[in-house]
C-alpha cells in the first residue's frame, strides 16, 4: 500500500458508510492475512487455514513468550531484547535489524514488551496519522513538536521539506524542554495527556505561549477533566489518539467522536459487563507484519457508544475509554452480587458538589473499603457531601456504598502514568506506599452499608 495513497484516502475520502462496508473490508484483510502474513510465522502458520475462534487469543505475557516464533523475520527474542535495552541506556533509537526497528514498551502494568515495525509498517502509520491530523492548508510548512517517552522510528521519517518535526524526551526534565519549545513554536503539539496537562498549566500560568492549531493526546487515556485543562490552556479541544504498542485503535473524528480504526483492525469484545456492553478489545491487525497482532486482548476497557456519528463514518463509536481492566470497581449488591461502577459516575457526582474540588484520587480496596484524596478549599466539607452523594448513588444502583475513608491532599502520583481511580485487592491497604504516605491528612470516616450489613 503506497503511503501516498494511504494519505489521500484517509484525507479525502470518508470513513466506511455502514457495518456492510465494513464486513466487506474486514474479509478481504483477514484473507490477505492467512495467504501472506501467517505463513510466514512459524506460530501462525498452522492455524492460516482455520477459523479465526481457532487461534489463540494472545496478550503480552504470551506474546513475549512465543515472540521468536511469531515474528516473521526470524528474529530471536533475546537478541530484540539486548538490542532494545542497549538503545534505550544510551538514548540512541536506531535498533535496526536491517529495516525493522525494534521498540520497548512498559505498559501501564510495569510489564516489559517488545515490539517491531519495518519501514512500510511505519510509512503507514506515518501516512495515516498527518492524513487525520494536519492542518489546513496542505502546502503551509507545518512544525510538529513530539512529546514522546522514548523515540521511536515510526515519527521520525516525519520530517521532510513541507514538515518540521522536533523531538521531546519525556524521560529528561521537563524545564530543558521550554526554551527550545517556545522557538519551535508549533503548529501541531502531539504528546501524552500527563504532557498536554503540564504544558496546559505552563500555558496558564504564563510561562509559555503557544499557539497550536492543533493538539493530540496520545498513548494515555485522556479523562474529560484533563481535556477541559488542554482546551481551556489553548483554546482547542485536543483530539485522541487511542494508541497502544500493539497497535492504533483508534481516533477522534472531525465531530470529536472516538471512533475504533475498523479499517485497519478487527475489534472483537471480551464483555466484562452485559449491562453497559463494556469490554476489553480483542485485536486483530491487518498491519503488522513484522510481529503479526493477532486476537490480542488488552487490558482497557471501553465503553461503546450505538448512537451513530455525526460525522457519518459507520466505525464502532466508543463513548469513551474506561480505564485498565483490573482498576474497575465494583460495589457489593445485597443479593451477593456485585455492580460495576464507573469512574464517569463517581466525576460527575464530584463535579456536582456545591465545594469546588481541583482534583482527586480514588482507590478501592477489594469490595469493602474506599478512599478517597480530595484537593480543595473545603475538604471536610466536600468529603461530607460526596458522602451523601455517593451514598444516593448505591441506592439508585441497588448496591452497598463500601466504607469511605477521606484524605485532605492528593498523594504523590507513583508512575509515569496518573490514574485518578484504581483498584487495589484487600489487603493492599497496609503495603499501598501512596496510602501510607497520607495516613496524617485522613478526615473523615464513614462506615458503609457494607459494614453495617456484616455487623446486622
Ligand atoms: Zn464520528
Not at 456492510?20 to 490477505?32: E, F, N, T, V, Y
Not at 466508543?318 to 464507573?342: N, T, V
Not at 482527586?360 to 471536610?380: C, K, M, T
Not at 484487600?426 to 458503609?448: M, V
Amino acid at each position: 500500500m503506497p503511503a501516498l495513497f494511504t494519505f489521500l484516502r484517509n484525507r479525502f475520502f470518508g470513513g466506511f458508510r455502514d457495518r456492510a462496508a465494513i464486513d466487506r473490508h474486514q474479509k478481504a484483510g483477514l484473507a490477505r492475512l492467512r495467504r501472506k502474513i501467517m505463513p510466514q510465522s512459524p506460530f501462525y502458520a498452522s492455524l492460516a487455514d482455520r477459523p479465526m475462534a481457532d487461534w489463540p487469543v494472545m496478550n503480552k505475557t504470551l506474546l513475549m513468550e512465543h515472540f521468536t516464533e511469531i515474528n516473521t523475520r526470524n528474529l530471536p527474542r533475546e537478541k530484540a531484547l539486548e538490542t532494545a535495552l542497549h538503545a534505550e541506556r544510551s538514548r540512541n533509537f536506531s535498533p535496526m535489524f536491517g529495516d525493522v526497528a525494534v521498540g520497548l514498551s512498559t505498559g501501564t502494568s510495569g510489564q516489559r514488551g517488545l515490539f517491531l515495525t519495518d519501514a512500510r509498517e511505519r510509512r503507514l502509520w506515518t501516512a495515516v496519522m498527518l492524513a487525520r491530523f494536519l492542518p489546513k492548508p496542505l502546502w503551509k510548512r507545518q512544525r510538529i513538536a513530539f512529546f514522546l517517552r522514548a523515540n521511536n522510528a515510526l515519527y521520525q521519517e516525519l520530517g521532510n521539506r513541507l514538515i518540521e518535526f522536533r523531538y521531546y524526551d519525556l524521560l529528561k526534565d521537563f524545564d530543558s524542554h521550554v526554551a527550545r519549545l517556545q522557538a519551535q513554536n508549533p503548529t501541531v503539539l502531539v504528546a501524552p495527556a500527563q504532557a498536554l496537562i503540564e504544558l496546559a498549566r505552563r500555558q496558564a500560568a504564563g510561562e509559555i505561549y503557544l499557539a497550536p492549531q492543533r493538539i493530540i493526546s496520545v498513548a494515555e487515556v485522556l479523562s474529560p477533566e484533563d481535556a477541559a485543562k488542554i482546551q481551556s490552556a489553548f483554546g482547542h479541544q485536543p483530539d485522541q489518539v487511542y494508541q497502544a504498542t500493539e497497535g492504533v485503535l483508534g481516533f477522534t473524528c472531525k465531530a470529536g467522536h472516538l471512533h475504533l480504526n475498523e479499517r485497519y483492525l478487527v475489534v472483537e469484545r471480551d464483555v466484562i459487563d452485559p449491562e453497559t456492553g463494556a469490554f476489553c478489545p480483542v485485536i486483530t491487525d491487518f498491519t503488522h507484519e513484522t510481529l503479526p497482532i493477532l486476537r490480542y486482548r488488552l487490558d482497557d476497557v471501553l465503553i461503546p457508544e450505538a448512537a451513530p456519528c455525526p460525522c457519518g463514518c459507520a466505525s464502532q463509536r466508543i463513548a469513551r475509554i474506561e480505564g485498565r481492566a483490573d482498576d474497575m470497581l465494583y460495589w457489593p449488591k445485597a443479593d451477593g452480587g456485585r455492580r460495576l461502577i464507573f469512574s464517569d459516575m463517581i466525576r460527575q457526582e464530584i463535579a456536582l458538589l456545591s465545594v469546588p474540588v481541583r482534583d482527586y484520587r480514588i482507590v478501592q480496596y477489594g469490595q469493602s473499603e474506599l478512599v478517597i484524596a480530595l484537593d480543595s478549599i473545603a475538604s471536610e466539607r466536600a468529603a461530607k457531601e460526596l458522602h451523601s452523594r455517593l451514598e444516593a448513588l448505591a441506592t439508585r444502583l441497588d448496591c452497598l456504598l463500601p466504607m469511605l475513608t477521606f484524605r485532605e491532599g492528593l498523594p504523590p502520583d507513583l508512575g509515569p502514568k496518573r490514574r485518578r481511580i484504581r483498584a487495589l485487592p484487600e489487603n493492599a491497604l497496609s503495603h499501598d506506599a501512596s496510602a501510607a504516605a497520607t495516613t496524617d491528612s485522613e478526615i473523615l470516616r464513614f462506615p458503609g452499608a457494607v459494614h453495617r450489613a456484616l455487623i446486622a
